[in-house]
């Protein structure tokens, strides 16, 4: 029997060489040339290309709905990421640090899922062992897991074509390989292939599949960024490994929204769900502190109210600190030009630091007020007092732009007992909509808001 001949395709303009290279021949690219599986004649009878005979136009209206079937998993706060429960059919993939709680997370999940559906861990990553080692301190030890230590692609279908699991994990996908390929588990190539072969796996039986994914040093899925484009719905686990709060965010939702945030607490006995997290990451301080203001941020589809911190102070080098966690960086140095130009206030000889109080990842402009002035508050080393809250977009020109679900935010704040509301004027409350014992500062200009904030403190 002739081998399967090899062939190496660049990534960058998609041409196949039959020999390596350090640079592709046709484009000029260096180091774009990978390993791809080998053109089999029965490509067009798979999982896309098999309504090839039977393909004809339709109009819209008459596409038969069928009804997506959804299954809870039994973890609110998985099924409100997921976009309302499992998809049957659809494939997750899970990215996020290492000793996050990614296989303890979807250990949990399976446990509580198996009671209705049967479903399959395979581990590629932990022995048996530790596996069962986990679910046992879970005290998932007798809910029925069937379990997989394999590594090939091939066995794993194979034998999950006779298990027939409606719900799949595989952790990770980083450790599984295709015979097809000769290069290293891990590899762009070996990544994408295997993962291919569990998607059309996955489409054909109607298994739902979770893939589990590794993060690079810059934070994307390692390797595969082609693998954001294979799947249904790509979550990332935000967080710190260290800190007890995590959350999952969807970044890809064929089936929900996305941006759609869950909240969880690492305890002794795995990830709880937080299933009101709006006031966790405040950190009440005692007496009012320089530097701290609440924003009330919505992430996903409900108002949760977190604590911007900033430091600023003389700075001893040529090319003084910006550093922003929780935030974008970009945006803090537009800020504080921002503030240079249309406040008056310079910070070019201050090192700046900004952090969002419990490793929340803030992605809404929502928050610009807040790090405006929890900055401002520390560079005149004045603390603003606790009662107060501030949203609001800021512009190049000065202008502070009003913010969706306004309020939302207001009434959630509100509850939580703060008092005083610094907004952009845009999101001021109609007359009958006004909020009891809540004084309302409007704002249009980022000098109105500076000095809304210099009278406050
Ligand atoms: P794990 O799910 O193994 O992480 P990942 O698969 O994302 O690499 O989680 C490991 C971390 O979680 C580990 O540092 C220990 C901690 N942990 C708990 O605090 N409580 C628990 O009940 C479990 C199972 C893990
Ligand atoms: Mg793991």
């Known amino acids: 029997m002739a081998k399967a001949k090899i062939l190496y395709v660049c990534s960058g303009c998609g041409s196949s060489h039959s020999k390596?290279?350090?640079?592709?021949?046709?484009?000029?690219?260096?180091?774009?040339?990978?390993?791809?599986?080998?053109?089999?004649?029965?490509?067009?009878?798979?999982?896309?290309?098999?309504?090839?005979?039977?393909?004809?136009?339709?109009?819209?209206?008459?596409?038969?709905?069928?009804a997506e079937t959804r299954t809870g998993t039994g973890i609110s706060e998985l099924d409100r990421v997921l976009?309302?429960?499992?998809?049957?059919?659809?494939?997750?993939l899970i990215g996020g640090d290492p000793g996050i709680g990614k296989?303890?997370?979807?250990?949990?999940?399976?446990?509580?899922?198996?009671?209705?559906?049967?479903?399959?861990?395979?581990?590629?990553?932990?022995?048996?062992?530790?596996?069962?080692l986990r679910a046992r301190r879970l005290g998932l030890a007798e809910k029925g897991l069937q379990l997989l230590s394999e590594t090939c692609v091939e066995s794993i279908i194979t034998l999950a074509a006779k298990a027939k699991p409606r719900v799949m994990v595989i952790d990770s996908i980083q450790t599984i390989?295709?015979?097809?390929?000769?290069?290293?588990?891990?590899?762009?190539?070996?990544?994408?292939?295997?993962?291919?072969?569990?998607?059309?796996?996955?489409k054909h039986t109607g298994t739902a599949l979770f893939l589990v994914g590794h993060v690079t040093k810059e934070g994307t899925l390692a390797g595969p960024r082609v693998l954001e484009h294979m799947v249904d719905t790509v979550l990332y686990f935000e967080g710190d490994s260290g800190e007890r709060y995590r959350m999952i965010r969807a970044v890809k939702n064929r089936f929900g929204a996305v941006n759609e945030l869950g909240v969880f607490a690492m305890t002794?006995?795995?990830?709880?769900?937080?299933?009101?997290?709006?006031?966790?990451?405040?950190?009440r301080h005692e007496k009012p502190v320089p530097g701290s203001i609440v924003t009330v941020t919505r992430e996903g589809s409900r108002p949760?109210?977190?604590?911007?911190?900033?430091?600023?102070?003389?700075?001893?080098?040529?090319?003084?600190?910006?550093v922003s966690l929780g935030m974008d960086a970009n945006r803090l140095n537009m800020l504080l030009a921002v503030m240079h130009r249309h406040g008056g206030i310079a910070m070019y000889d201050q090192d700046v630091f900004i952090n969002v109080v419990g490793g929340v990842r803030l992605t809404e402009t929502c928050a610009d007020t807040a790090l405006l002035l929890a900055a401002l508050s520390s560079f005149r080393d004045k603390p603003l007092p606790t009662s107060i809250f501030t949203f609001g977009?800021?512009?190049?020109?000065?202008?502070?732009?009003?913010?969706?679900?306004?309020?939302?935010?207001?009434?959630?704040?509100?509850?939580?007992?703060?008092?005083?509301?610094i907004i952009p004027k845009a999101n001021?409350?109609?007359?009958?909509?006004?909020?009891?014992?809540?004084?309302?500062?409007?704002v249009q200009r980022i000098s109105e808001l500076m000095e809304a904030a210099i009278s406050l403190g």
């Open 83 to 92: 976009g309302g429960g499992l998809v049957h059919g659809s494939v997750t």
């Open 177 to 202: 390989y295709t015979e097809t390929l000769q290069s290293a588990p891990g590899g762009v190539a070996q990544v994408r292939e295997s993962a291919a072969q569990l998607v059309r796996f996955a």
């Open 304 to 322: 949760m109210l977190v604590e911007v911190q900033a430091l600023v102070d003389d700075s001893h080098s040529p090319n003084p600190r910006r």
């Open 20 to 66: 390596w290279a350090g640079q592709c021949g046709d484009c000029g690219d260096w180091n774009t040339l990978v390993e791809s599986a080998p053109e089999t004649g029965d490509k067009r009878s798979g999982f896309a290309g098999k309504s090839n005979t039977a393909a004809h136009i339709q109009q819209l209206e008459d596409v038969k709905m069928e």
């Open 428 to 442: 001021l409350p109609r007359k009958n909509d006004a909020i009891d014992d809540l004084a309302i500062i409007p």
């Open 268 to 283: 002794e006995e795995g990830l709880k769900t937080v299933s009101n997290p709006s006031a966790i990451f405040l950190s």
């Open 393 to 421: 977009e800021i512009g190049l020109a000065g202008e502070i732009r009003p913010v969706s679900n306004g309020q939302e935010r207001l009434r959630e704040a509100a509850k939580h007992g703060f008092k005083t509301a």
């Open 103 to 132: 296989s303890t997370l979807l250990t949990q999940t399976l446990a509580a899922i198996s009671s209705t559906l049967p479903s399959l861990y395979v581990t590629g990553e932990e022995s048996l062992q530790q596996v069962s």
